[in-house]
């Protein structure tokens, strides 16, 4: 459950952009979206575990495969990288 929790966390710190590209449900979509609107430390904390509550609904392998994609710590990602550094 905790490790649920730790992907909605990755899912927060992604940029706008980068959520809309990852096939998420609308419930989810939306207390992400929600997020940035709550100021109090404890009701970000509950939001955090509503988030961990919905996270279990979700198949979790395409979201971590997506997270990586989308913050470049795929495999691909990394290749890509080193293959355009050499030919830099």
Known sequence: MTALQDLGESLLRLSPAELAR??????????IAEMSHIGSHEARRRHRQYIGKLMRQVDPQPLRAAIDDATGESKQAVALMHRCERLR
């Not at 990852?22 to 207390?31: H, S």
């Open 22 to 31: 990852i096939d998420l449900p609308e419930a989810l979509r939306e207390a």
